[in-house]
């Protein structure tokens, strides 16, 4: 699953990485990601990428009482198709979300261990994910869900689920561009990151508040 991240890169590093024609203002960066949070995402339509912080935690458009429903911060990749929360999304509501590490916790002598997970080259990345808009409110509440797959060699020592990554240009155009390219196509890229492009260390037990948000959060720390 994926329960907490990280985006630490710099504004300009985003926009030219994934081609961004429109970006936040009030962009800054963070270190502990958390559900109910808002989120920096990205869309495409007519080649053009806006990009905008949207709700972790997808409330359907279909759920009259928003108080009453759980938001859903992850959904499996194999069962997308079989959900009334998700299947209605898959050819339309595609987008990114910024990251550039995850969190996961491993139980070790019976404490849990946080760890932070990342790429080898320490540069960002997208996970796959859908959003959706509720109207049910008198302010549309635009919420998003991060998708997940099977963990890859590195991750499944601490967990058997992680978050769909996307780190080219071919599998962010095809997720994104959802004109061109239909679920049953974009699917494709719903796969576990390599595990030999990825690595991992622990880090301090800090990050289990939300409220802790500042960059002595990824440093190392002794498991």
């Known amino acids: ?6 985006l630490t890169a710099e ?3 985003l926009i030219d990485a994934f081609q961004l024609e429109f970006f936040p203002d009030e962009y ?11 989120v920096l995402a990205a869309v495409q339509s007519n080649s053009i990428r806006r990009c905008g912080y949207i709700k972790w935690g997808l409330v359907p458009c279909w759920v009259k009482d928003t108080k009453k429903w759980k938001p859903l ?8 198709t079989e959900k009334a929360s998700f299947k209605h999304l898959l050819n ?8 550039d590490s995850f969190y996961e916790w491993k139980m070790e002598a019976g404490k849990k261990t946080p760890y932070r997970i990342l ?19 008198s302010k549309d509440l635009v919420t998003c869900t991060i998708l997940t797959t099977s963990a890859n060699e590195v991750v499944k020592n601490i967990h058997d689920r992680m978050p769909v990554i996307l780190d080219t ?15 049953h196509e974009a699917k494709e890229v719903m796969v576990p990151y390599p595990a030999i492009n990825q690595k ?24």
């Not at 960066?29 to 949070?37: G, V």
């Open 1 to 6: 699953m994926c329960g907490r991240f990280t």
């Open 11 to 13: 504004k300009e590093q």
């Open 28 to 38: 800054e960066p963070s270190y502990n990601i958390a559900p109910s949070q808002q």
């Open 73 to 80: 911060i992850n959904a499996r990749s194999e069962t997308l």
């Open 92 to 99: 339309k509501n595609r987008c990114i979300i910024f990251a």
């Open 119 to 137: 790429t080898k080259t320490g540069k960002p990345f997208a996970f796959a994910a859908l959003w959706d808009c509720n109207r049910t409110r």
């Open 169 to 183: 240009k071919d599998a962010v155009e095809i997720w994104l561009n959802v004109e061109e390219f239909d679920f």
């Open 200 to 223: 991992l260390y622990p880090v301090s037990k800090l990050i289990n508040s939300p409220k802790n948000n500042y960059p002595d959060l990824i440093l190392p720390q002794e498991a």
